[in-house]
């Protein structure tokens, strides 16, 4: 008994001498296998293609491929509420957009805090949305399109694909900025040809989206929502020309579990934020009406707190309500 107490002393000794690894360990090694992108959107839609464009380069950068993983449906909730529950461990990554700020002030039961449990990596890409009308819709200009809001407010319907999403509320921005009113009319299924028919009168889109339909004179657009034009649509101006102040961009970007090691985090960082400086990457980008957005994790949770914030007052002004 006395030689088996002293044998148990010795190796606890000799197990108390060896030093600890040190805390970065893991993290240095970091990938060792795939990582997964986790996306809020349908596979071949262009949320899409710029997640995968994104993870192909990412995966070159780390060396480890990174796949994406197609999470669509409740406003990208399902997508985020199951990174949200990932080992954080930066083998499971989101790739947060837009409506994920919209989200926080817009649903008030989510099994998750968006803010709390998901840090931000960096930045992927930021896009416009045009306002855009049948070809038959009697005004021709932004100015034009003002005045006969104001002049028959309640009379114009405003299309999206549902309530919350971006086009949704750059639509709801417009009115607040411009003093009109619009009737909301959220889509479940694809609302193009309503609009092409002139079944609804007006929509916010994404530029890729209705492009081709502008360049065949079959829509006709207003004014791109940024800040400052775009080179797909030099001539069309941003509405801030014309409504003072306004901007609103719809944006991606990939996010981890909270808790994921800081060391993780700047790797994947970094290799985000080299994937989409690649020229082809870039290319891409411009023809899906997309420009990339490099920020840091702290520029990216900065950005994010901004787009909170700036979308809680509308939705709370316009008392927008989640389904």
Not at 10 to 38: D, E, K, M, N
Not at 211 to 225: E, M, N
Request: one cysteine or more; charged letters at 15%; a positive charge.
């Amino acid at each position: 008994m006395r030689h088996s107490r002293r044998r148990f002393l010795q190796l606890a000794a000799g197990a108390a001498a060896i030093p600890a690894l040190p805390r970065g360990a893991s993290a240095q090694a970091y990938p060792t296998r795939t990582v997964t992108l986790v996306s809020t959107f349908p596979a071949g839609s262009a949320p899409d293609i710029i997640a995968r464009l994104t993870a192909q380069h990412m995966g070159e950068k780390l060396g480890q491929n990174v796949v994406v993983e197609n999470k669509p449906g409740a406003g990208g909730n399902i997508a985020t509420e199951y990174v949200v529950r990932a080992q954080p461990d930066g083998y499971t990554l989101l790739m947060p957009v837009s409506t994920n700020a919209v989200n926080v002030a817009l649903y008030r039961n989510l099994p998750f805090d968006f803010q709390r449990d998901i840090l931000p990596v960096a930045g992927i890409a930021k896009t416009a949305f045009l306002i855009v009308t049948p070809e038959k819709f009697p005004t021709k200009n932004l100015a034009e399109l003002v005045a006969y809001l104001k002049a028959n407010p309640g009379k114009v319907n405003m299309a999206s694909g549902g309530i919350g999403t971006s086009p949704h509320l750059c639509g709801e921005l417009f009115q607040i900025q411009t003093g009109t009113k619009m009737v909301h009319v959220p889509y479940k299924a694809n609302w193009l040809p309503d609009l092409l028919s002139g079944t609804v009168d007006l929509t916010f889109a994404p530029v890729a989206q209705v492009l081709p339909l502008v360049k065949q004179g079959k829509l006709r657009p207003y004014g791109v929502t940024t800040a400052y034009r775009i080179k797909l649509l030099p001539d069309v101006p941003a509405i801030g020309e014309v409504v003072k102040g306004y901007d609103a961009i719809g944006w991606y970007g990939i996010g981890a579990p909270a808790k994921t090691p800081q060391a993780v985090v700047a790797k994947l960082s970094e290799a985000v934020n080299a994937a989409i400086t690649v020229p082809a990457v870039r290319a891409r980008f411009e023809q899906l009406g997309v420009e990339p957005m490099p920020l840091t994790p702290d520029g990216f949770k900065k950005h994010i707190e901004v787009e909170v914030g700036k979308w809680g007052k509308v939705i709370k002004q316009q008392g927008i309500k989640s389904i």
